[in-house]
């Protein structure tokens, strides 16, 4: 006889435990914060508040946070106002600590409100509470501020961003630019427009507007002086890296303001002025060498690089730096492949015959040199090349990284090398300036079928460009990444030209340039698809006086003369 089965007592009477008020608030808030249910929020805090349910800093931040982003919307503006201010006050009340989070939701509540000084006596407030304040934090007050038209508020909350190493991005610099303006500051206009130079490269449309709207005006055809040292321009020119001098306003008179393109080679199809490839400025040059060979000291002997360094001193007039690794074993990673004698020998006699006859400087690790002086096949080229200085050969136990990126960033000239130097740029990052350094100074290469494409720098730089005659020129980012279909504005005045041509009718466009005028004319031909290098390594027996390369001029801008020096290889490695 078949007998029945039933579950057994403790299963059939298993029940999901109920949660107690605290869980129940918690998990009921997280939805009301996923859902953005302003009003759900509030009614769940009021309930628990009567209850006297135990509410955290966690639930309490996330009730500020809802409050600060309904006041968006003019439907629920008042009540998150309302609310917010009294939540922030329940946490005060009972010694909750706020934090960044808190400070800035309750900031944006009284920017909203329209108490922009409350939200900035917020943000001054942090410091007794320990707190760091990011740029978000300050944007309520600054915004409150520029909004309003308090433009000596604003400059104040931008002091206390400064004094706290805060960094205004695109959108604050905009807005302060645009206070500027619009109170008539034609000095403060003109700072912001600098400080928008270092920051971006290309500005939004919102922002181009702004500025459009200031050279448009008035009060910008006032300020200026036709009364102005054209040297001195120049001179800052130099100094910065070129793009621009930082003096001020140069000349008077009503500005032209055109949207246009600009051509491949940097030439403005509005007025002519030609773009420059910016550097970056002697000052950030001479910190960048520092910030790697002091990098190099904690890695490498110190003794050697030390050696390296002061040898460097006494041999600094090389035209371009080869960072002979990178390039040897260029595509050679296949069955049969090695170093590569012969795309070193391409990439150094170009250089050569493009550089007025100066051999560049190949760093090259001792082990590896030793290698190539030890086969009969390359030891004559490679005796050839320590007789006419042209390597440097690196201690045993040496990053050649090292040696070469400090060569390069030290004497200020090209570098041969597809290395993107990413270890580099994170360890000596926090220098916005090493991407424009690259930009200026790094020349690629290719070798295809054979034959040597170098791709030198370009021959203008896609940012904010201030010129010796006065006139800017500001790119407009776009939906393309392609730099010849970009708008550009082209803002100038004639006042300027004029006090160019009053002051020193001598100087010339190179005062548009970065100071190294002669680099900037010969990288433009350089750059000309009719004079671009084609070198075939496999043919190396014939007589390059008759290749194309002949026809292209020394493309770096440095024009020492050069002396004979020792092959530092040699000397180098009989000490090893």
Not at 38 to 48: H, P, Q, S, V
Not at 236 to 260: C, F, I, P, Q, Y
Not at 294 to 304: D, F, P, T, Y
Not at 305 to 330: C, P, R
Request: proline share 4%; hydrophobic share 35%.
């Amino acid at each position: 006889m078949a007998t029945a089965t039933h579950s057994s007592p403790s299963k059939q009477n298993k029940k999901k435990p109920r949660q107690n008020p605290e869980s129940q608030f918690h998990f009921n808030l997280n939805s009301c914060s996923k859902s953005k249910d302003l009003r759900g929020a509030i009614a769940l805090y009021e309930t628990a508040v009567s209850q006297n349910t135990r509410v955290s800093h966690h639930h309490l931040n996330t009730l500020l946070y809802l409050c600060s982003q309904a006041v968006t919307d003019p439907s629920t503006k008042d009540l998150a106002i309302e609310h917010g201010f009294r939540i922030f006050n329940h946490m005060e009340s009972f010694c909750i600590k706020p934090n960044e989070a808190s400070i800035t939701a309750v900031s944006r509540l009284a920017a909203a409100k329209g108490d922009g000084d409350y939200a900035f006596e917020l943000v001054k407030r942090m410091g007794k509470y320990g707190i760091t304040p990011r740029l978000r934090t300050y944007d309520p007050a600054l915004m409150s501020f520029t909004g309003s038209l308090q433009a000596d508020k604003a400059y104040e909350v931008e002091k206390h961003m400064i004094g706290v190493g805060v960094i205004a991005e695109e959108p604050e610099i905009a807005a302060l630019l645009k206070v500027s303006a619009e109170t008539g500051r034609g000095e403060r206009v003109y700072g912001y427009l600098q400080k928008l130079r270092k920051t971006v490269r290309c500005v939004t449309e919102d922002t181009a507007n702004i500025i459009e709207d200031w050279f448009r005006c008035e009060k910008a055809s006032e300020v200026g002086s036709l009364h102005y040292n054209v040297g001195l321009v120049k001179d800052a020119v130099s100094r910065n890296g070129g793009g621009w001098h930082g003096l001020g306003w140069l000349g008077r008179g009503k500005w032209h303001v055109r949207r246009g393109d600009v051509d491949s080679s940097g030439r403005c199809c509005s007025c002519g002025d030609q773009l420059v490839c910016a550097d970056i400025e002697d000052t950030e040059t001479r910190r960048f060498a520092q910030s790697v060979a002091g990098l190099a000291m904690e890695r490498e002997v110190k003794a050697s690089f030390s050696e390296f360094q002061d040898w460097l001193e006494k041999h600094a007039d090389y035209e371009a730096i080869v960072d002979g690794a990178n390039v040897g074993l260029y595509q050679q990673n296949f069955a049969d492949g090695g170093f590569s004698v012969s795309q070193l020998d391409a990439v150094v006699r170009d250089l050569y015959n493009r550089n007025e006859k100066r051999w560049p400087l190949v760093i090259l690790h001792s082990k590896r040199l030793r290698a190539l002086l030890e086969n009969p096949t390359h030891s004559k080229l490679v005796e050839e090349w320590m007789g006419n200085g042209v390597l440097y050969a690196t201690p045993p136990g040496s990053n050649d990284d090292w040696y070469w990126i400090y060569a390069a960033v030290k004497l200020g000239c090209l570098l041969v090398t597809n290395d993107e130097m990413r270890d580099h740029i994170f360890e000596i990052v926090g220098s916005r300036f090493i991407l424009r350094w690259k930009e200026r100074h790094q020349v690629r290469y290719t070798f295809l079928k054979g034959n040597l494409r170098l791709q030198m720098p370009p021959p203008y730089s896609l940012v904010i460009q201030e010129s010796g005659n006065g006139s800017w020129h500001v790119p407009i980012a776009g939906t393309s990444s392609e730099e010849s279909v970009k708008t550009w504005l082209c803002i100038t005045r004639p006042g300027a030209s004029d006090a160019l041509s009053l002051n020193e009718p001598q100087v010339d466009n190179e005062i548009q340039g970065s100071g190294h005028a002669s680099f900037e004319k010969e990288l433009l031909k350089s750059c000309d698809p009719a004079t671009v290098t084609i070198h075939n390594s496999k043919n190396e027996s014939q007589d390059i006086s008759h290749r194309s390369i002949t026809e292209c001029a020394a493309t770096t801008g440095k024009r020492k003369k050069r002396s004979p020096s020792p092959s530092p290889s040699q000397g180098h490695l009989l000490s090893n």
